[in-house]
């Protein structure tokens, strides 16, 4: 018996208070929700985990006790694992966990982790091409300037900002027309941050994650037909593909060989994605016949493994 579309499905979502993390739990469910109805809870996995998520009990606080029980559960994040394995054993609902898990697959339904994590696939376990996001492609006109995000130095790369402001600027003096916005964030040091503004210009301008909105970045991806992401930026690296954006890679030193510093060159390797010296040879970089739309792909994959036969809760 299949679930009736018409009537919500009670979903409950873990989420950890990072950004990263949530960005993936709802982007994966605003592609479910455009499938069917969700009633979505969204609980902090860190009090659950203090108040009820223990293997032995079943108990649940007296505002989860009068609501409907969920038929999915989902989360990213270690945080939310335990409270996502409490919630599926208490309600024997289906549970989806959005990375690579410390605890065994086999305690959720379906682990959904990037390839680079380096898991193989498995019945509990399927791979994705990057993390999820919340992009969806825009349906205008691609008219916007080209993007230039900028990360900064992490776990895994390096940072030389001399060498990337070399890049910026053949980037940008090497067409005659310009149309670029350029964009620090978080993890860029204050001085490169501060030497970005040097780029101001006619048909160029310098946006600081300071400033934007938390919609600012969806909404110039959704115009943008070209954009720059220095390599060590993983997420927005996969946010641009999923837009729909022809994607060049901006290069920045590696600590080591690993897992994550290998992703923007596989990215090339597989032409997904283009270098700067390939674009100084022949100005135009490689574009999907489609854009990449994995949290679509997977809440499809929800839908059909899943919730073929879960009654639909109100």
């Given amino acids: 018996m299949h679930a009736r579309r018409d009537v919500p499905l009670s979903v409950w979502r873990f989420h950890d208070g990072k950004p990263g993390h949530d960005r993936q739990s709802a982007g994966l469910l605003a592609a479910l929700a455009r499938r069917r109805p969700l009633d979505v809870l969204d609980l902090d996995a860190r009090a659950a985990a203090v108040a009820w998520w223990h293997p032995l009990l079943r108990r649940l606080p007296a505002a989860l006790a009068r609501r409907a029980p969920p038929a999915l559960v989902v989360g990213a994040g270690h945080a939310c694992e335990w409270p996502l394995w409490a919630a599926r054993r208490a309600h024997r609902a289906h549970a989806v966990y959005l990375m690579k898990p ?157 897992r994550i510093n290998a992703i923007a060159p596989a990215l090339v390797a597989d032409g997904l994605a283009g270098t700067l010296d390939t674009w100084l040879a022949d100005p135009r970089l490689p574009r999907l016949p489609q854009p990449l739309a994995e949290a679509t792909r997977c809440a499809e994959l929800i839908d059909h493994r899943l919730l073929g036969a879960v009654a639909c809760v109100a």
């Fill in 102 to 258: 410390t605890l065994p697959p086999g305690f959720f339904d379906l682990c959904l982790v990037p390839r680079h994590d380096g898991l193989a696939a498995g019945s509990h376990v399927v791979l994705t091409h990057g993390v999820l996001n919340d992009v969806v492609p825009g349906t205008g006109p691609r008219d916007g300037p080209v993007l230039v995000l900028i990360g900064g130095p992490s776990a895994h790369h390096g940072w030389d900002e001399a060498a990337l402001l070399r890049q910026i600027a053949s980037l940008v003096f090497g067409r005659r027309e310009r149309h670029f916005a350029l964009s620090d964030s978080r993890r860029t040091p204050p001085s490169t941050a501060a030497k970005l503004r040097d780029f101001v210009q006619h048909g160029v301008s310098v946006h600081s994650h300071l400033d934007t909105g938390p919609t600012w970045l969806l909404q110039m991806l959704a115009r943008a037909g070209e954009a720059w992401v220095t390599a060590d930026s993983v997420s927005m690296l996969f946010e641009a593909l999923s837009a729909g954006c022809a994607l060049g890679v901006l290069d920045v030193p590696a600590k080591r060989a690993d």
